[in-house]
C-alpha cells in the first residue's frame, strides 16, 4: 500500500454524458492531495442519487463522472495533511462531507452535514 506517489490503474462505472448507459472500463487514479484520501475499493453500489445525476440533475459540464460512492474500502494512501486517516484503515465513503460539529453531524442517525447543504 505505498503507491502514494503513483498513478494507479483501476475499473470504474463511467457516466461520459447524461442520459447515456454506464461504461465500465480501466481509469487512472491521480496520487492523493492535500487532504485527500485515495481508497482501494471493496464493493460499491449505484444509488438513487448516481441515477438521479445520470438523468435528471447533472448539468452537462459535470461529465464525464464515477458513479458508485455508496460501498466500502480501505485506505489505500494518505496526502499530505491527513492525520486521521493511514494506509489500511477499513472506512465507508460518503456522498456528502462532514464538519463533525454541527447538530445533524453530532447525531447518529443522519449524514446529512448542514454546513455541506449550505454550501
Same mark, same amino acid.
Given at each position: 500500500?505505498?503507491?502514494?506517489?503513483?498513478?494507479?490503474?483501476?475499473?470504474?462505472?463511467?457516466?461520459?454524458?447524461?442520459?447515456?448507459?454506464?461504461?465500465?472500463?480501466?481509469?487512472?487514479?491521480?496520487?492523493?492531495?492535500?487532504?485527500?484520501?485515495?481508497?482501494?475499493?471493496?464493493?460499491?453500489?449505484?444509488?438513487?442519487?448516481?441515477?438521479?445525476?445520470?438523468?435528471?440533475?447533472?448539468?452537462?459540464?459535470?461529465?464525464?463522472?464515477?458513479?458508485?460512492?455508496?460501498?466500502?474500502?480501505?485506505?489505500?494512501?494518505?496526502?499530505?495533511?491527513?492525520?486521521?486517516? !493511514?494506509?489500511?484503515?477499513?472506512?465507508?465513503?460518503?456522498?456528502?462531507?462532514?464538519?463533525?460539529?454541527? !447538530?445533524?453531524?453530532?447525531?447518529?442517525?443522519?449524514?446529512?452535514?448542514?454546513?455541506?447543504?449550505?454550501?
Amino acid at each position: 500500500m505505498a503507491n502514494i506517489s503513483l498513478v494507479i490503474k483501476c475499473k470504474a462505472a463511467v457516466a461520459w454524458e447524461a442520459d447515456s448507459p454506464l461504461v465500465i472500463e480501466e481509469i487512472e487514479v491521480a496520487p492523493p492531495q492535500k487532504n485527500e484520501i485515495r481508497l482501494k475499493v471493496i464493493a460499491a453500489s449505484i444509488c438513487l442519487s448516481d441515477v438521479y445525476h445520470m438523468y435528471k440533475g447533472k448539468p452537462k459540464d459535470g461529465f464525464p463522472v464515477v458513479m458508485g460512492h455508496e460501498g466500502a474500502g480501505i485506505v489505500e494512501s494518505v496526502g499530505p495533511g491527513v492525520t486521521e486517516f !493511514k494506509p489500511g484503515d477499513k472506512v465507508i465513503p460518503l456522498y456528502l462531507s462532514q464538519c463533525r460539529d454541527c !447538530k445533524f453531524c453530532k447525531n447518529p442517525k443522519t449524514n446529512m452535514c448542514e454546513k455541506d447543504c449550505i454550501r
